[in-house]
């Protein structure tokens, strides 16, 4: 079974930074992509970050400049560096992953974990 486990939330002021980390394990073939994506309070889930095989990453406009995304391959792990955050990142940030397996590809969810920034 392959899953994910994200870590690193928490509160913190305006202004100031948190890392969050996510571990994949179980057994598979390899990963395509790994991303972070945030939900708030009322709003749909968005988009954060994502970082492909061969390094390629993307933004959402919101982060870009403040927030960095980063993989490491042989650990199965990837972070996402959060500097200068803002009251608006207050989230809850989900880690996601496109897996192939033996039997199946498709998208594993990590169950979240909670980003409060405060004002």
């Known amino acids: 079974q392959v899953q994910l486990v994200e870590s690193g939330g928490g509160l913190v002021q305006s202004g100031g930074s948190l890392r969050l980390s996510c571990l994949i394990s179980?057994?598979?073939?390899?990963?395509?992509?790994m991303s972070w994506y945030r939900q708030a309070p009322g709003k749909q889930r968005e988009l954060v970050a994502r970082?492909?095989?061969?390094?390629?990453?993307n933004y959402g406009d919101s982060v870009k400049g403040r927030f960095t995304i980063s993989g490491d391959n042989a650990k199965n792990t990837v972070v996402l560096q959060m500097n200068s955050l803002e009251a608006d990142d207050t989230a809850v940030y989900y880690c996601?992953?496109?897996?192939?397996?033996?039997?199946?590809?498709?998208?594993?969810w990590g169950q979240g974990t909670q980003v409060t920034v405060s004002s």
């Open positions: 996601h992953a496109l897996v192939n397996t033996a039997t199946w590809k498709r998208g594993v």
């Open positions: 970082i492909t095989r061969d390094g390629t990453t």
């Open positions: 179980g057994v598979f073939f390899s990963i395509d992509d």
